[in-house]
């Protein structure tokens, strides 16, 4: 049975070296994270990615990952250290590795670089994905107005990018199509990552007449501070149920396992391409955790809002939508362009919060 | 009154660790030893503490194991750095840096496991006094603790004969030694001190501040610990009143953050002038504020040089190696 695999084998070999485009025989992947595996959020999210990967494509592929990479110097280094080790294609997974990305691209143009959350691709080698997170945070914010009964949600939010912001305007305008009144509350812990400082947010939001928490943190600790506190919360990044069984609404899971397998495949038969990534609900990339701790009836809007968003009936960014400081911004029925999205440096009206410059 | 004692509730908790850790690092470099491994055993106390909590289901069985492994942990670095005489920065440094990746490698089959929590020790009839009852005398056994070290260190360090050895260790080890003072004993004693501080440290931020294990957790608090020796110039009762304030910038930045100030309008002129200027200073400047007034603090302290003299342990992070 051995040899005839090895005859396999060789044939495989022989076939790929006469195919036109430059397909590999085995491809080794490689992995930045800025946090550590297990923070039970957005890195974790994407070392499950990378399992997604070597599950799909088995002895065709190899992975490494680096976590805890600082955004700054280190990452230039780190992912210049991958680039000069074999990786074939390096998933770069913060914001804060843009530039660095493109930089350590210029020098290896070989190389297939795929930069999370951002939107500088220098070389054509360096392609940008990114979820659709927000149309998950719209449904927290409906689910988050009919469940609070101070009317104020409590945001924990990182770092004043596109991103970022992007998700607290559709919680936002979620929460205000079931209570124009509703109040969001912002805080800005200023770091993807610190239990602490999370909790310590939490509790202040709490303090302040908070009695839903939303995080666009990493750590399970504002859940934990939730449970602690008898309001309930939404998970961030991926399913924190076991820290707040009876204060978990739901949580935005990301998913990036089809992403990931999809793009390793295409460096495998040689037909990889720059893209511009910017998937959702309907492709799988958002994923929500079920909806727990809450009446029937609110179950059934948020679910229905789901598959709006799902089947593209709707987008989280439909107009009438204005900013904050009461300009008209989105006309009645106009759908927001993925570009301002993308860039997006303005809070739409009713979010309780100075967004900082 | 409700709102006040929530936020110095929260205070209190942010600072506790800070105490700890400080107070034990403190000990360490008034015997002359500069011990920058502080972030390494805090974290190596966390992940002890959350474990030895979880295997024996008791708490305070936590607190005890994370104080041991941060002290065996420190005994390391007081051989390295004393017994072998190697540079006492880096040696520190080498430290933090393993204890990040050890506990990491340790605390793997903990991460996602929510931990046992150590409950409040509530005092009767103190702790029925309307504020203060609940400040003060129904806080969790590690407050009392960080509390009760600040006399402890205070008194060992200034009012006994051993506390006045060990000072003189830290300010001249030389003539320490000539004086028949056994340097090597007192200064591996003081190191431990300092571990198993930063380890209680360590277990208070997985058992009481956020009761889980996650990597990294420390998040940088050992480095505001070192820093806070420094700004109180090496006297405990300014530790205290360095950690309460560096924890109260915290704590106050993210609650001015969350204000409306819409909503404090009936508050009197003064009040309201001041809490709309915090507000609109950036989140980010009032994160930097602790080591910003570390380095105030060290550029004042420099500036005069009696203060100096007095307070610093002059054989600060020199290695020592008896003449005979």
Redesign the interface.
């Known amino acids: 049975m051995k040899k005839v695999l090895g005859i396999v084998a060789a044939f495989g070999i022989a076939l790929s070296a006469s195919t036109a485009y430059a397909a590999m025989d085995k491809v080794k992947a490689c992995f930045i994270y800025v946090?550590?595996i297990?923070?039970?959020g957005w890195s974790y999210q994407h070392d499950q990615g990378r399992l997604a990967v070597e599950e799909a494509l088995g002895d065709k592929v190899e992975t490494a990952y680096l976590e805890?990479v600082p955004e700054g110097a280190d990452a230039e280094r780190a992912i210049e250290r991958f680039a000069r080790s074999g990786c074939n294609i390096i998933f770069t997974t913060s914001f804060g590795y843009m530039d660095a990305t493109n930089k350590v691209a210029g020098k290896f143009p070989d190389v297939k670089f795929e930069h999370a959350t951002g939107y500088k691709r220098e070389h054509p080698n360096v392609s940008t994905y990114n979820s659709r997170f927000h149309e998950g945070r719209y449904v927290q914010g409906q689910i988050a107005a009919k469940m609070s009964s101070s009317g104020v949600a409590?945001y924990i939010a990182s770092f004043p990018i596109p991103e970022v912001v992007m998700g607290i305007n559709a919680f936002t305008l979620g929460a205000q199509s079931v209570n124009p009144d509703f109040?969001l509350?912002?805080?800005?812990?200023?770091?993807w990552?610190?239990?602490?400082?999370?909790?310590?947010?939490a509790?202040?939001?709490i303090?302040?007449g908070?009695d839903i928490i939303t995080q666009h943190t990493d750590?399970?600790?504002p859940m934990?501070?939730a449970a602690e506190r008898g309001v309930k919360a939404f998970g961030q990044a991926s399913d924190m149920i076991?820290?707040g069984k009876e204060t978990q609404l739901t949580a935005i899971i990301d998913d990036w396992g089809p992403y990931y397998v999809e793009r390793v495949k295409a460096v495998l038969e040689g037909t990889w391409e720059q893209v511009d990534v910017w998937a959702g609900m309907k492709e799988g990339h958002v994923v929500m955790a079920p909806y727990t701790n809450m009446p029937d009836d609110v179950k059934a809007m948020a679910e229905e809002t789901q598959a709006k968003i799902t089947s593209g009936e709707f987008d989280p960014y439909t107009g009438p939508v204005k900013k904050q400081d009461g300009s008209d911004w989105l006309a009645e029925g106009e759908v927001a362009d993925a570009g301002v999205l993308l860039g997006m440096n303005f809070y739409v009206a009713g979010v309780?919060?100075?967004l900082?410059q | 009154m409700g709102?006040l004692e929530?936020?110095l509730l929260?205070v209190f908790t942010?600072a506790t660790p800070l105490l700890i850790a400080a107070m034990g690092e403190l000990v360490a470099e008034r015997s002359g030893v500069l011990n920058l491994g502080v972030e390494g055993m805090m974290i190596m106390g966390a992940i002890a503490g959350f474990a030895f909590a979880q295997m024996s289901g008791n708490p305070y069985i936590g607190a005890l194991g994370g104080m041991a492994v941060g002290a065996l942990f420190s005994l390391l670095f007081a051989f390295l750095a004393l017994t072998l005489v190697t540079n006492q920065v880096a040696t520190g440094l080498a430290l933090t840096i393993l204890g990040l990746g050890l506990s990491?490698l340790w605390?793997?089959a903990f991460?996602?496991?929510?931990g046992v929590k150590l409950q409040p020790v509530v005092i009767p009839l103190l702790s029925d006094i309307p504020l203060i009852g609940r400040l003060f005398f129904a806080q969790d056994a590690l407050f009392y603790v960080s509390i009760a070290l600040v006399f402890a260190v205070s008194w060992f360090l200034f009012k006994t004969k051993a506390g006045l050895t060990l000072r003189s260790v830290g300010d001249n080890h030389h003539s320490a030694h000539a004086l028949g003072i056994n340097v090597m004993r007192v200064r591996y004693l003081a190191v431990m001190f300092g571990g198993a501080c930063a380890g209680l440290a360590g277990s208070h931020?997985s058992l009481v501040?956020?009761?889980?294990w996650?990597?990294?957790?420390s998040?940088?608090?050992g480095w505001i610990a070192l820093a806070l020796v420094v700004f109180a110039s090496w006297r405990p009762w300014r530790i205290l009143f360095g950690a309460y304030l560096f924890g109260a910038i915290?704590?106050m930045q993210?609650?001015i953050?969350?204000?409306?100030l819409g909503d404090v309008e009936f508050l009197p002129g003064p009040i309201y002038g001041i809490l709309s200027l915090l507000?609109s200073i950036?989140?980010?400047f009032l994160?930097s504020l602790p080591y910003l007034a570390t380095i105030v603090v060290l550029v004042l302290i420099s500036r005069n040089r009696r203060l100096t003299l007095i307070n610093t342990p002059a054989m600060l992070g020199q290695g020592f190696v008896p003449d005979r």
């Open positions: 946090g550590s297990g923070d039970f805890s409590g109040k509350k912002v805080v800005w812990a200023n770091t990552f610190d239990p602490g400082k999370e909790a310590d947010a509790k202040a939001l303090d302040q908070a750590s399970t600790a934990q501070v076991n820290f309780d919060d100075q900082p | 709102m929530a936020i929260t942010a990491g605390g793997e991460v996602g496991i929510p931020l501040y956020t009761t889980q996650i990597e990294n957790m998040a940088g608090r915290t704590i993210l609650h953050q969350a204000l409306n507000k950036p989140a980010q994160s």
